[in-house]
């Protein structure tokens, strides 16, 4: 077959295959590219619409291990990539985008749906280029790939002239036989001095902390850091987007850091370690202002050790001992490394500080324990989350969308296990990207259970794929948080100005009805003694289902900005 001559689609195609790439999500374009997948047995997950799509197969490659690839057309399609990408840019999740491009011969005057792709897809993808040349397509959909998986992980974009698609071609003159649609792809590791100058540090510090980042996750490297934490008895505090980067009951985790310090809050209790703290152990992170509370939490008399896959983000805020490389491999040479220390201090540590770390998640648990038994209505969302940590377990993929779901999420659920998945869309937190990513990963595991938590004003940018999940029997469970509030919106405005605008407040919109209409059966409920049945059979996999909860208007989580205003209530 390898010396068969094929149209450059099915090259694609058969590429595609090579990478181990099973399901592409798109909406028939470019079409010569999808019949010959579906030809092949690649299944295509049919979006309603290009931005949805890309978020799916950011979700799908987030929980999966393996390249998203979606595809579109020209012109409004592509550009309707542009928010997907851009979040998995800032997020470092690496997405194939197939883009279809107007015929090479009319280029450039102005051709149906002709736009410049080049400079649309810049900025948004670490690497975008057009094929002209029919034989050279094997090497830049591998170059695609692997522009996609290596290094700091992240979108590409390749463009893809009609007329070329149909071109008749014989194979790459070169062997083409890799793999790579796994990542990431390379794993390297700093030099062995800056290891060891590394891991005396860890050895001699009085008060070391961790703070782990979403890039835990990206190298799958939960386990190692895991056997860190134990092996040196380090506390592990974790960014949103490394939520369950160790299991939240070890008891030396503690938990979400990032700006839920307000009242009510783990991290008001937590934030000592990072403040009290003579060594920062930064794995994984571009030291965001969420993950950081704006920069505010480590003292500038600490010392900082930072891991992570782009040197550009070590020393962007804090100046660090540099550890540029895979998670996963760094800890592990730095585990080795440290196995010939005399780690007795951190031991005798250990005891005292399971002790405080204990004393937190109690405070927290006490000082919660009105809004998460609450029996009000309006339903409280903690309640939400107290009962939702009833029923899952480790195997549940979690996910919210951008607003006060993605910090429901990150501060009341306590993760199973290392490696737990919570996929927030934090990149860039836009709103809508809870349903779709939330299909990305049921795609990717579908014997595991989903389930999506959103907002009404983030649903209502995502209702439509309501029927690809009925179509594509994509059964997740999806929690409507219905508060009728742009919540954070009104509050961040609140807690600014002192007042909001008209735009806050929504219509009753019945989301039941929505659901129902798309064919996924639906339940409103009112009464916060109805979750445990409904949320389990949400969770049971026999089919999808929505719930649409009342939600109090009057509930926020407790993040920094609001806590003058709650101090004060
Ligand atoms: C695409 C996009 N548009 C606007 C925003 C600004 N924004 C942040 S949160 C928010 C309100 C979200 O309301 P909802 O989804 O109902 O969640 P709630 O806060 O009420 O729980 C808005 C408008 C955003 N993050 N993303
Ligand atoms: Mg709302």
């Known amino acids: 077959m390898a010396t068969d001559v094929f149209t450059v689609a099915e090259r694609i195609a058969h590429s595609l295959k090579r990478h181990d790439v099973t399901d592409i999500f798109a ?61 998995a840019l800032k997020a470092s999740v690496p997405i194939v985008a197939l883009v279809q491009d107007v015929e090479r011969d009319q280029a450039d005057r102005n051709a149906f749906q002709e736009l410049d792709h080049l400079a649309l897809f810049q900025s948004c993808t670490k690497w975008v280029r057009k094929v002209i040349v029919a034989e050279r397509i094997d090497d830049y959909i591998d170059a695609a790939f692997t522009a996609a998986a290596s290094g700091r992980p992240g979108p590409v974009a390749l463009l893809l002239p009609a007329d070329l698609l149909r071109e008749q071609t014989a194979p790459s003159p070169f062997r083409r036989q890799a793999a ?39 190298s799958r490297a939960a386990g190692e850091l895991s056997a860190l934490q134990n092996e040196a008895s380090l506390p ?11 299991d939240e009951y070890h008891p030396l985790s503690a938990g979400v850091l990032g700006a ?16 009290e703290a003579d060594l920062v152990i930064l794995v994984g992170t571009r030291t965001n202002q969420n993950g950081t509370d704006s920069w505010r939490q480590i003292p500038r ?35 080795r490394e440290l196995s010939g220390h005399d780690l007795s201090y951190r031991a005798s ?19 919660r324990q009105s809004v998460a038994r609450s029996d009000a209505s309006p339903i409280r969302p903690e309640r939400i989350m107290f009962e939702l940590q009833q029923l899952m377990t480790a195997d549940t993929t979690v996910v919210a969308d951008a607003s006060y779901s993605s910090m429901w999420v990150a501060g009341q659920l306590r ?18 990207w809870g349903l779709p990513l939330a299909l990305g990963a049921k795609a990717a595991e579908p014997d595991k259970p989903v389930v999506a938590i959103v907002g009404d004003g983030g649903f209502a940018h995502s209702w439509a794929e309501l029927e690809t999940m009925v179509r594509s029997s994509l059964p997740i469970l999806i929690i409507v948080l219905n508060n009728g509030i742009l919540g954070f919106q009104r509050d961040a405005e609140t807690a600014k100005f002192g007042r909001f605008t008209t735009a806050c407040s ?22 916060p003694t109805d979750l445990p049945r409904y949320l389990e059979r949400g969770l049971s996999g026999e089919g999808p289902l929505l719930i649409e909860v009342m939600t109090e208007p009057g509930a926020h989580p407790p993040l920094s900005l609001f806590a003058a205003m709650d101090q004060a209530a």
């Open 415 to 432: 993760a199973l296990s290392p490696g737990m998945r919570f996929l927030l869309p934090r990149g860039l937190a836009g709103l809508g």
């Open 506 to 527: 929504f219509a009753d919109v019945d989301h039941q009805k929505i659901a129902e209409a798309c064919g996924c059966p639906a339940v409103r409920i009112f009464d």
């Open 236 to 246: 592990v505090v974790t960014t949103n987007m490394g939520k369950g980067a160790v």
């Open 27 to 87: 909406q028939s374009l470019p079409s010569a590219v999808i019949l010959a997948a579906e030809a092949i047995g690649i299944r295509q997950v049919a979006y309603r619409q290009e931005n949805m799509g890309g978020t799916m197969a950011d979700g799908y490659a987030r929980l999966s291990g393996k390249i998203g690839v979606v595809a579109a057309q020209n012109g409004p399609a592509a550009t309707l990539l542009v928010p997907p990408l851009a979040e």
């Open 260 to 275: 839920l310090v307000g009242p009510r809050s783990l991290g008001r209790h937590t934030v000592a370690l990072v403040e």
């Open 301 to 335: 008399s600490a010392s900082v050790i930072h891991v992570d896959v782009d040197p550009a983000e070590i020393g962007r805020t804090y100046e660090a001992v540099r550890l540029a490389g895979d998670a996963a491999e760094t800890i592990r040479a730095l585990r």
């Open 349 to 367: 540590k250990r005891d005292q500080l399971i002790e405080r770390i204990a004393g937190f998640w109690c405070a927290f648990d006490a000082e």
């Open 180 to 218: 790579l649609g796994d990542w990431p792809l390379d794993r390297l590791r700093p030099r062995d001095s800056d290891i060891e100058r590394a891991a005396s540090m860890i050895a001699a510090a009085h008060a070391p902390v961790i703070i782990a980042g979403g890039g835990v996750h990206a």
